[in-house]
């Protein structure tokens, strides 16, 4: 009995692959100048060769002295010290101030003071390092300095504040010393906040008018008020190790800047061979005169100028001495000029949340069907 093509079972697919195709043995390829290809390969995949410059390090530069500005004279009407103020901040963030009106004396025995606070053996040190970096106060962590056998660090770093907390932490592994320190801290932080609160409101005297709201924005990005970091230079420093520091300093400022946010920083920085002024464009560094506090612009200042005052960090270098030197960077900024509103209790409005309105809904529902029944009922 034939079979009809419908019943016939069906050929299941065949899902094997082609053959290779021949390949003849003995022959050349088939491109027929292959220097031709070679060289059309050479220019068009060509890769252009990259010049990086021999230092790409920032290059220091040594600059004019900025201005010395006479405190006492800074209202006056007859004087151009504001006008020099403002050129100088503009052009590279900061000038030089004398006759400010604080004490040497006031300044010897904070500066005496802060000497003791690196005495601390390092096991006290250590409790009090800075360390989450979110930790506003205490010592600087070293980074990038080998200390060669017989020297010790070309700086150290610590960061005071007014707080419970610096105070609780302190009090508990330098009693007698810290209390001595605060109070002398305290005393010229004083001082220095006057003189900075008359430089600033001189300022921004000849900025445009800003709203109190653009006011406050500026002051509350990251300022807690005033605060000094303390720094201890190390003597008899070789030119090497001296180097290597100034490059990690650089490197540091540019990248971390302040953990402070402020609007002036005055300087105390008697006896410092060098002031090294860090910004993203440049690092400029001259001689500080005798006697003179060095004021450099802040972040908030930068801000409310607009970018017209240049936000740079300033650091004074210590070369040849005999002896360990201290010294101070204040970082002030303004009380909040928030203004707090009283609002008449008569006049408030009440706002009633949305499970508030889902509880009165349901309890007005039981009563309209309670009030249906007994009217039904009687």
């Not at 009693?175 to 605060?182: A, D, H, L, Q, W």
């Not at 801000?303 to 002030?332: N, T, W």
Request: proline share 6%; with cysteine.
């Amino acid at each position: 009995m034939a079979l009809s093509p419908e019943s016939m079972p069906e050929k299941p697919f065949d899902f094997r692959a082609p053959p290779p195709s021949p390949i003849a043995s003995g022959r050349r390829s088939c491109v027929t100048n292959e220097d031709v290809l070679s060289e059309f390969l050479q220019h068009s995949l060509r890769v252009p060769d990259l010049v990086l410059p021999d230092k790409v390090f920032p290059r220091q530069n040594f600059i004019e002295n900025p201005p010395k500005i006479d405190f006492q004279l800074l209202s006056s009407m007859e004087s151009d010290s504001l006008s020099k103020i403002l050129d100088s901040i503009a052009r590279i963030g900061c000038f030089q101030l004398v006759n400010y009106g604080i004490e040497g004396e006031c300044i010897g025995s904070a500066l005496a003071a802060a000497a003791g606070i690196f005495q601390l053996p390092p096991e006290k040190r250590k409790a009090m390092t800075r360390s989450p970096p979110e930790k506003l106060y205490g010592f600087e962590e070293a980074h990038g300095e080998k200390e060669a056998e017989g020297e010790g660090k070309v700086s150290e770093e610590f960061v005071w504040c007014r707080g419970a907390g610096l105070k609780l932490e302190m009090e508990a592994i330098w009693p007698v010393g810290y209390s001595n320190f605060s109070e002398k801290m305290e005393s010229l932080l004083c001082d220095i906040e006057k003189v900075a609160e008359k430089i600033l409101k001189a300022i921004r005297q000849n900025l445009p008018p800003k709203t109190d709201y653009e006011i406050d924005m500026k002051q509350g990005q990251g300022g807690i008020g005033s605060g000094c970091y303390v720094y201890k230079h190390s003597r008899n420093m070789s030119a090497e190790k001296c180097s290597g520091s100034l490059r990690y300093d650089v490197i540091r400022m540019l990248i971390r800047g302040f953990d402070y946010s402020h609007a002036l920083c005055l300087h105390v920085c008697d006896g410092s061979s060098e002031f090294h002024v860090y910004s993203k464009k440049g690092w400029v560094s001259f001689c500080p005169d005798k006697d003179a506090l060095v004021i450099t612009v802040g972040d908030q200042t930068q801000a409310l100028s607009g970018g017209q005052f240049k936000h740079v960090i300033g650091r004074p270098i210590y070369k040849g001495e005999e002896e360990d030197c201290i010294s101070m960077a204040f970082l002030y900024s303004p009380p909040s000029t928030t203004k707090t509103t009283k609002v008449d209790p008569q006049k408030r409005k009440t706002t009633i949340s949305l499970s508030q309105q889902a509880i009165a809904a349901i309890v007005l529902t039981l009563v309209y069907h309670i009030l249906v029944f007994v009217y039904n009922k009687f």
